[in-house]
């Protein structure tokens, strides 16, 4: 029986409450803002199923790409939507048009974070785009191995821990499944944001959220609320999740990284594509596509005609979270403490940066000025 006693070790998957055979699993969130698994235990049979889905019970081993590719979408309009290169748009597309669904990350009514699925082009452009909230999976799994069990192709998008849960939660290998993970720098607590959207708000209906308007650069990216803009540098809620203030416990011990999640591809950002594909570098975003399988290869190679071999320990350099945990900041337990005080905007950077501060505030302007001057 799934019993978290400690929050750093449930990655809120939910692949536990969506295979248990009676239901007694329930996903249900913390005063923090996260979803952990509560169990009926006098529901339970004691079948262990909930066990044997758990990424962090069943951690799986490194996978070296077969290939890493640069590359970046050759419709500018597609492109400029995405938050780097528009590569998911590519290969989401050859799905739709072979039949396929597609599985991934939308933001609904309510601006909350929640996994869903897509049957045609249209219904892809919602999944588009960064959003930098932990999603709500919901009962997305069950509906994968539906479509699958009909002998259509699905493409699922997720998190690496989203993506292991998944191939936990299937177990047999699926002749029909594409697994694409997003480069995961950590998942913030859709409290928090709540929180930071209400104050942004102001009360009015917000039309419009966009964590990675490139307007004003890929590198210098904003966020956009609504009519309000900022620089990605001056939004405290990005503040607290670039500097890992407002992550899951788990993302600091991630059970999924470098393609133990057994994802068949991977995209990310191209960070450092001024250094490492200088020619090709216009600030309009550029993406890493890191293929793991054969079966992630073959459809990159029906999508993708224009991409450039790179090395994978380049791209990992500019872009770390590849393929190590987000580090616990010392004021970690600081600001949680503070956040059930006070609202996020009346934290003080300072004040939640604890005995880490100095070094934290400096990384923070060296990241700052490279994205200025670069």
Excluded at 198 to 221: A, E, I, L, M, P
């Amino acid at each position: 029986m799934i019993d978290v006693k400690d929050k750093s070790q449930c990655c809120g998957c939910g692949a536990c409450a969506q295979r248990c055979p009676v239901s007694c699993i329930t996903m249900r969130e913390d005063e923090n803002g996260f979803l952990y698994p509560q169990v009926d235990v006098d529901a339970c049979v004691g079948c262990r199923a909930c066990e044997q889905v758990c990424p962090f019970l069943n951690r799986q081993e490194a996978q070296e790409p077969v290939i890493c590719l640069a590359a970046a979408n050759p419709d500018e309009t597609q492109r400029k939507n995405a938050s780097s290169g528009g590569l998911f748009m590519m290969l989401a597309s050859r799905v739709i048009e072979q039949g396929g669904v597609v599985f991934g990350a939308r933001f609904n009514d309510a601006w909350d974070v929640v996994h869903d699925a897509a049957e045609t082009l249209e219904d892809l452009a919602p999944f588009c785009t960064s959003k930098y909230v932990q999603s709500v999976i919901g009962d997305s799994y069950r509906r994968a191995k539906e479509f699958l069990q009909q002998g259509r192709m699905v493409m699922f998008t997720g998190t690496p821990c989203q993506i292991a849960g998944l191939r936990l939660f299937l177990g047999d290998p699926q002749e029909h499944l594409i697994t694409v993970e997003v480069a995961c720098h950590g998942v913030p607590s859709p409290g928090v944001w709540r929180t930071w959207l209400k104050k942004c708000s102001g009360g009015k209906t917000v039309q419009h959220v966009n964590f990675r308007d490139k307007s004003t650069g890929w590198r210098g990216y904003s966020v956009l609320i609504g009519e309000n803009r900022r620089h990605h540098d001056d939004d405290d809620y990005m503040v607290t999740f670039l500097d890992n203030y407002n992550l899951r416990p788990s993302c600091f011990n991630c059970p999924s990284k470098n393609g133990s999640s057994g994802a068949d591809i991977t995209l990310a950002d191209l960070w450092g594509c001024d250094r490492i594909l200088s020619r090709r570098d216009d600030n309009k975003g550029m993406s890493a596509v890191i293929v793991r399988s054969d079966r992630g290869h073959q459809l990159v190679e029906q999508c993708v005609a224009d991409s450039q071999t790179v090395d994978y320990s380049e791209v990992v350099k500019y872009n770390p979270a590849l393929a190590h945990s987000a580090v616990r900041p010392d004021g970690y337990d600081l600001f949680w403490k503070r956040m059930s005080k006070a609202p996020l905007w009346t934290l003080k950077r300072y004040r939640f940066l604890g005995g880490a501060g100095l070094s934290a505030a400096m990384s923070r302007i060296r990241v700052y000025l490279h994205h200025r001057l670069h």
